[in-house]
T-cell receptor
């Protein structure tokens, strides 16, 4: 089993739609979690951290479920500019080995 | 944006030649990483460093070596480049349990 797993997609959604991505992780001792966004041929950039209590940033909501070992990202009112690949990232502590999922591709359609 | 730069940004080299990629940071972050990214595989960790002269292997370390003689610099060396090492290479930095910041990437082509 991979340490971090994501559905690769692509998710093709119309503008204005709500879309959700899940990411599962295998190490129950994982300590911190993030969602990154990566545009084509660019470096990944932090979208948001994921906290146990859940957190929201504008149209984006991230949640963590430790019992089931998954994190989620919800995007409301999708914009064309949201089209990108979204990477789930898990930090298992120790010497801070950071593990990336392979990413979920989102395409928002006019 | 975090102060992290990679050089060169693009390189074409011949099979069997040595190649060194450089990652330089101005953030004084303790941890530095080298990843490669290939279609269908996502980001895969090559090597990482948790301090000056302290490095460890990642999941795809064969054919690569690293050095970190100063906090700000992390070098990735391909001793004898092969076509399978054609990829996009990203350097990243972080502190303990925090998010990672990435350089802009190096596109390496081995012909």
């Amino acid at each position: 089993r991979k340490e971090v797993e994501q559905d690769p997609g692509p998710f093709n959604v119309p503008e204005g739609a709500t879309v959700a991505f899940n990411c599962t992780y295998s190490n129950s001792a994982s300590q911190s979690f993030f969602w990154y966004r990566q545009d084509c041929r660019k470096e990944p950039k932090l979208l948001m951290s994921v906290y146990s209590s859940g957190n929201e940033d504008g149209r984006f909501t991230a949640q963590l479920n430790r019992a089931s070992q998954y994190i989620s990202l919800l995007i409301r009112d999708s914009k064309l500019s949201d089209s990108a690949t979204y990477l789930c990232v898990v930090n298992s502590g120790g010497y801070q080995k950071v593990t990336f999922g392979t990413g979920t591709k989102l395409q928002v359609i006019p | 944006d975090a102060g992290i730069t990679q050089s060169p940004r693009h390189k074409v080299t011949e099979t069997g030649t040595p190649v060194t990629l450089r990652c330089h940071q101005t953030e004084n972050h303790r941890y530095m990483y080298w990843y490669r990214q290939d279609p269908g595989h996502g980001l895969r960790l090559i090597h990482y460093s948790y301090g000056v002269k302290d490095t460890d292997k990642g999941e795809v370390s064969d054919g690569y070596s690293v050095s970190r003689s100063k906090t700000e610099d992390f070098l990735l060396t391909l001793e004898s480049a092969t076509s399978s090492q054609t990829s996009v290479y990203f350097c990243a930095i972080s502190e303990w349990n925090t998010e990672a910041f990435f350089g802009q990437g190096t596109r390496l082509t081995v012909v």
